[in-house]
């Protein structure tokens, strides 16, 4: 009976890894293509202003939007890409967290409640402009943090 049990658990664990892996690495070479091919750099710079006033750089936008767009699981195979390629900073994957952990499953969680009779527009509005203001919080927050650290560092060195 625990065998059985622990094979099956093996063998659904390792099948929804492939179902992962089937989404996840077709989005990673479209991904690499694309920056191959500058469309990254169209594309962020189309939502850099969005990026910027959330304390975010240019590239941290695409990691975003694919992690807005596809959810925590297939986002995040892109995010730890671009953090492994070193396209990311600690705030922007930080901020990309904050970001996400609000927001993940826009599109999935407004379609599922719009089922049982959930306002979609007052459901997604809602959770877009929440996920906004705490990531601009959490920017400005961890901004003033660096800048006083960096006035920190600098009296201190004026000082010695």
């Known amino acids: 009976m625990f065998f059985e049990i622990m094979l099956e658990a093996l063998r ?15 989005i990673l ?66 901020l990309i967290n904050v970001f996400l952990g609000l927001n993940h499953a826009i599109f999935e969680d407004t379609f599922l409640f719009s089922a049982i009779g959930a306002n979609p527009w007052w459901l997604f509005i809602t959770r877009f402009l929440m996920a906004i203001l705490f990531t601009y919080l959490v920017g400005r927050w961890i901004v003033s943090r660096e800048q006083t650290k960096g006035e920190l560092l600098k009296h201190d060195s004026l000082t010695n």
């Not at 659904?12 to 077709?26: D, G, H, K, N, R």
């Not at 953090?83 to 990311?88: Q, S, W």
């Open 29 to 94: 070479m479209v991904l690499r293509l694309a920056r191959e091919a500058q469309i990254i750099n169209k594309i962020s710079s189309y939502f850099e202003p969005l990026t910027k006033r959330l304390y975010m750089s240019k590239e941290a936008t695409f990691p975003l939007l694919v992690g807005l767009v596809f959810g925590l699981t297939y986002g995040a195979g892109v995010i730890v890409q671009a953090a492994k390629e070193g396209h990311l900073t600690a705030r922007d994957m930080l």
């Open 12 to 26: 659904e664990s390792l099948l929804t890894m492939a179902q992962i892996a089937v989404i996840v690495f077709p």
